[in-house]
């Protein structure tokens, strides 16, 4: 089959964000990737028209995008009330004067317009079909792009369908509804909406592997709905009671911020230009100190694990920008209106800011300039954390196996793989954890290759718990070792 489609990567602060540009038919499709939240956001512009589907915080690139062709955007179109991420629909729909369009079912405290599903919205040579698909959430939508003769080319399905899964229907349960009556709401929205379409019809979801929003989710980002009949369990031929039971089975807890983007999705937020201005003030290493002291900040370190464990300002937390960032600030940060204050590696505070906005985490008041070399010039106190290599580590277990061993990856890391005596304290259950460890004794941390870890000795240290140690390369630098007795 031939794909007439162009891959590049924008290199951006040194996260990648992946475009895919598909240009045929008087469009131009842009698939704009971030891998940080495993999220896909959409340009589609025609004859000077454009709109922009499920775009994150920042307005800025989808704006330049805009001028760079001269376009006038005309909606920017939500998929559902997002939780895994707040959305940038407010900005760029101010800054470019467009109007938001989301299904009738939503009911958000600013002005949208509310489509009716089978709603017809034009933009340049094409048409774009609303089409309501409850299950993930009531008022999730996908949209059908059809082309200038009205044959359909591509659907935008948000979270109802990704590649190789579904949307997870357990994010909008109520007690008037339950799990399973959203997962048999999705189940017919799949079937009366999306299946009668026809097999070459591209599918371009809202997220791909990574993501919470989903279990089983590929590695692709974008398919054509004849591959998913083959490929997606979901899709197989099945009742509706065997559909509802493989996509309820499974389900991971959601993460703790979940809700809050709901809410900031709903209700609204503040501008991010506010937003940023905020979080753009640099304090000298002295000030920041006294800023730290009088407001009681969290004190954010985004560089590398390995950076933070060589020196680090006491009690600051390590989560570093160049891993799952976003996710697990979001997930490990319990309160969105806490100051932050933001320890990064030259240049890159500005990136902090965005992308702890996109998780709903608007209070950051500045950062440490000059950063961390900055703070140690001025002699100001320093911390580390211990760190082995795994040959080291088994030479230590050689003498004394009575240490605890702490596994922070995920339940199903540890089941797959795991050291014989090594305990399973999952990263994202950590406050839970720290009832059953002794903040007294000697442990050994490992996640799966050390960017978890370092997070969770970070909380720890920053608790009053000092005595634990970090191994170089996590899991994999374990089994490689062969020193080690391994359990799957």
């Known amino acids: 089959m031939y794909w007439p489609w162009e891959y590049t990567f924008l290199e951006k602060n040194s996260f990648k964000v992946s475009t895919l540009n598909q240009k045929e038919n008087n469009m131009i499709i842009e698939q704009i990737y971030t891998g940080c939240l495993a999220q896909g956001a959409y340009y589609i512009e025609s004859e000077g028209e454009a709109v922009v589907i499920d775009p994150l915080r920042d307005s800025a690139p989808y704006l330049q995008r805009l001028n760079a062709s001269g376009a ?17 629909h407010l900005d760029l729909a101010r800054e470019a004067n467009a109007t938001i369009v989301f299904s009738d079912v939503a009911k958000p405290k600013y002005a949208i317009h509310g489509a ?44 109802t369908l990704f590649l190789g899964d579904v949307g997870r229907p357990d994010l909008a349960a109520k007690s008037a509804l339950t799990v399973q009556d959203l997962a048999g709401l999705l189940y017919d929205s799949l079937h009366s909406k999306i299946l009668p379409l026809p097999d070459d019809l591209i599918i371009y979801p809202g997220h791909g592997a990574g993501s919470a929003c989903g279990k089983m989710m590929s590695n692709d980002t974008v398919d054509t709905l004849g591959r998913q009949r083959v490929s997606n369990y979901a899709l197989q031929p099945q009742t509706k009671e065997a559909f509802v039971e493989a996509v309820t089975e499974g389900l991971s807890t959601p993460p703790a911020y979940f809700p809050l983007n709901v809410r900031l999705n709903k209700e609204g937020y503040d501008k991010f230009s506010d937003v940023k201005k905020r ?24 560089r590398s694990p390995q950076s933070f464990a060589a020196g680090h300002i006491p009690r600051s937390i390590n989560i570093g920008i160049d891993g799952g960032f976003a996710p697990w600030a979001g997930a490990l940060i319990s309160d969105e209106k806490h100051p932050i204050l933001i320890i990064a590696d030259e240049g890159r ?75 399973n304290y999952p990263l994202d259950g950590i406050n839970l954890h720290m009832q059953q460890i002794n903040e007294n004794s000697k442990a050994f941390v490992h996640c799966a290759g050390g960017y978890r870890s370092m997070i969770f000795i970070s909380i720890l240290k920053s608790r009053g718990f000092h005595h634990f140690i970090d191994i170089k390369g996590g899991y994999s630098a374990i089994k490689e070792s062969n020193l080690f007795e391994l359990k799957a």
């Not at 006038?72 to 940038?88: I, P, R």
């Not at 079909?129 to 359909?152: I, R």
């Open 72 to 88: 006038k955007l005309k909606y920017v179109l939500e998929t559902h009330f997002h939780a895994d991420f707040v959305s940038g």
């Open 349 to 423: 505070a500005d990136e902090v800011v965005m992308r702890l906005s996109r998780v709903g985490f608007d209070n950051t008041i500045g950062f440490l300039e000059g950063g961390f070399d900055a703070w140690k010039k001025e002699g100001l106190e320093t911390d580390f954390v211990e760190t082995i290599t795994a040959q080291e580590f088994a030479e230590k277990l050689s003498h004394d196996k009575s240490f605890p061993i702490f596994d922070v990856r995920k339940p199903t890391e540890y089941i797959a793989g795991h050291i014989a005596t090594g305990i």
């Open 279 to 302: 979080g753009m003030v640099a304090f000298k290493p002295t000030a920041f100190k006294e800023a730290a002291e009088s407001t009681d900040a969290l004190l954010l370190d985004t």
């Open 116 to 159: 009716k599903d089978g709603e017809i919205l034009k933009v340049g040579k094409v048409s774009i079909k609303v089409l309501h698909t409850p299950g993930h959430t009531l008022e999730s939508a996908c949209y059908l792009l059809l082309d200038e003769n009205q044959n359909p080319h591509a659907i935008f399905t948000g979270d």
